[in-house]
């Protein structure tokens, strides 16, 4: 492919510099006129070769009105002159038909903005050569995209033929051979057909099937070439916000690829995290208001921004039974001890566990009863069980695991804190109403369930998030031959539960967590990840999320964390995380068309959550009901919420 502008001189090591004529340096590119008037050719100086026009004779038409004094001037010995920009664009061909396109393109005020040229080309990526005269000329463009013309994150557009290629500008550095040039490396997006009439982009897609060559054209990318490229095709999908420089166009999420394969959200803490995952989520509830979302709310955040479309649970109402815990679950909350004696203790518990499961009526019509099956048992006969067996003369250990277990079950039912879990009432078979209430089947217009843990003892919390996460994935698997009803879950903190190796060792709800990241999607089960410490959260689980959306990161491990599971189109993007402000993002992956830079919107005040930063400053002005203020404070802390 060579250069479509002939007397540039592309190709032939002369630096990219601005023509010395300011009127044809800013002015912007335009298609040849219809009727092109001749022009007698352009005789060479001796010793300098010109490069011939792609598709023309050596017989040139006139140039365009739009087209300087200097752009149209016979080639001069001059090698700055040789190497000056045409800001006028000759069309490819004269074929039949020609000319009409050529008017229908500048009654459509297509107009192209030159701004460099490709000078390397990579399977991935490439690097372009930009006037910094052209870039700044730009700079105060009536079009936002068009002013961002070259930055660092801006997008760029390069004709392959009748094909537009999108790319991205990830790093920049002065060109040392020229100082008025810069060096730009940029990361191929994908590719949209060139419509033939108006010249705009349509049919975007992501990815690259034809290249182009070095000293092909670059021209910055207009905000009605964005429109057409972040256009939201004919899925489901969820508007969230303004795609970033423009004012005007929408940034969507597709539905069904973001919860697909999981999504990850990340951010420091104040970027405006909790809101953007209220709005996101408020989103796809208006969307599917018969969905089924569960959200682990470790803070208690989420129910005032819920509160209308949402059932709400906490430890007052959430009435989880005990006896929906497997067998691992219940070493974790029942079993104390480490090394060898750990081991004994379980050996116990398995076997009196699945003695005090087969005395529940349930129990009978099962034929074959495991210690993992949720069958209903009383707490009073697994006590006895141990007790029995402790008795017994033929026992392979002393008392002391024994009475162990024993003491630690006493413990859980005397303490008011675990009522929620093992109280004395939730003995009946109650799992089909546990998981009705939980999983929102049927949903009655509130498709999502908040469940707040953070008035949970804090030795158990993992633990019921286990048993929580458990339910999502076991009911998917034995509801395969049912109508499929996909659940989508949430876990807020992600990193308190699914740790790296060098953080914690092995537990049941990172196992669980892990498990739904790695096969959720085969069975209708989403995972959707919320954290502020992605480099805390345990190895591999970052890539599992085929859609990451990230807030400012200020800690150089977790961008570097990022860096990595993300694609590597979107590397460019990768560089602005630090300089985000709150409420803005990076999107990437499954869920968007492209990685894009995006302005969440604004939302409504009751529809936020709860973690709006205190204003020290105006609340340290205010005093007086303190005491009334601690009565109460204090009365709450000793009934532990209720």
């Known amino acids: 492919m060579t250069d479509n502008f002939p007397g540039r001189g592309f190709g032939n090591a002369q630096p990219f510099q601005p023509s010395s004529d300011d009127a044809a340096a800013t002015r912007p590119v335009s298609y040849a006129p219809a009727n092109p008037a001749p022009r007698p050719p352009v005789q060479p100086t001796s010793g300098q070769q010109m490069p011939p026009a792609q598709g023309h004779a050596p017989s040139q038409p006139a140039p365009s009105p739009h087209m300087s004094a200097t752009a149209a001037a016979p080639a001069q010995p001059s090698a700055a002159l040789q190497s000056a920009p045409r800001p ?90 020229d100082a008025a040039s810069i060096i730009a490396a940029v990361d191929f997006l994908g590719e949209g057909d060139e419509e033939r009439l108006t010249g705009k982009i349509y049919n975007f897609r992501r990815g690259v099937t034809r290249y182009p060559v070095p000293g092909s054209s670059v021209f910055a990318v207009s905000s009605p070439d964005l429109k057409q490229v972040y256009a939201a095709d004919g899925r489901a999908h969820v508007a969230i916000g303004t795609v970033f420089p423009t004012r005007d166009i929408r940034a969507s999420l597709y539905v069904d690829a973001m919860l697909g394969k999981h999504f990850a959200l990340l951010g420091s803490t104040g970027t405006g995290k909790s809101t953007s995952a209220a709005l996101i989520l408020h989103k796809i509830c208006d969307l599917a208001p018969q969905g089924h979302i569960v959200m682990i709310d470790p803070h208690g955040e989420y129910s005032a921004a819920f509160k209308g479309n949402g059932a709400l649970y906490d430890v007052n109402n959430l009435a989880m039974p005990y006896w929906l815990m497997n067998f691992a679950e219940h070493c974790e909350v029942l079993i104390n001890s480490t090394g060898d004696d750990w081991q004994t203790d379980a050996d116990i518990l398995a076997k009196c566990l699945l003695q005090a499961r087969s005395k529940s009526r349930i129990a009978e019509s099962i034929g074959k009863l495991t210690v993992d099956a949720p069958v209903p048992y009383l707490l009073s006969d697994l006590t006895n069980i141990i007790q029995n067996e402790m008795g017994k003369l033929d026992k392979a250990t002393n008392s002391a695991p024994y009475m162990r277990l024993k003491s630690k079950i006493e413990e859980l039912k005397a303490d008011p804190r675990y009522n929620f879990m093992f109280s004395g009432m939730l003995v009946g078979d109650s799992m089909t109403d546990f998981l009705s209430k939980i999983f929102r089947l049927p949903s009655a217009g509130k498709p999502i369930s908040i469940i707040d843990v953070s008035a949970v003892p804090s030795d158990i919390t993992s633990t019921v998030v286990a048993v929580l996460s458990r339910l999502v994935f076991d009911y998917a698997i034995w509801s395969r031959n049912e109508p499929q009803r996909p659940i989508l879950l949430v876990c807020e903190e992600a990193h308190r539960y699914i740790p790296s190796d060098r953080m914690s060792g092995a537990s049941a709800v990172r196992t669980i967590l892990e498990r739904i990241a790695k096969e959720g999607r085969k069975y209708g089960v989403s995972l959707g990840l919320i954290t502020q410490r992605p480099s805390d959260l345990a190895e591999g689980v970052l890539s599992q999320c085929g859609t990451i959306i990230s807030m400012r990161l200020n800690n150089d491990r977790d961008q570097a964390y990022v860096r990595a599971a993300m694609p590597e189109g979107a590397r460019g993007f990768l560089d602005s995380i630090p300089a985000l402000r709150n409420r803005e993002c990076i999107i990437c992956g499954e869920g968007v068309s492209i990685p894009i830079r995006v302005a969440l919107d604004t939302l409504e005040e009751e529809r936020r959550p709860a973690s709006e930063d205190p204003l020290f400053s105006v609340l340290w002005q205010e005093t007086g009901g303190e005491e009334e203020i601690l009565d109460r404070v204090v009365r709450r802390w000793r009934a532990q919420g209720r």
């Open 88 to 177: 006028a664009v000759a069309p490819a061909s004269q074929g039949a038909g020609q000319n009409d396109a050529q008017k229908s393109h500048q009654a459509a005020g297509n107009t192209l903005y030159e701004i460099g040229r490709v000078i390397e080309i990579a399977g991935s990526g490439s690097q372009v050569q930009l006037s910094a005269k052209l870039i700044n000329d730009l700079a105060n463009h009536q079009d936002p995209a068009i002013a961002m013309a070259g930055q660092v994150g801006s997008q760029v557009k390069i004709r392959v033929g009748n094909v537009w290629l999108l790319a991205n500008i990830r790093t920049q550095r002065l060109d040392m051979a």
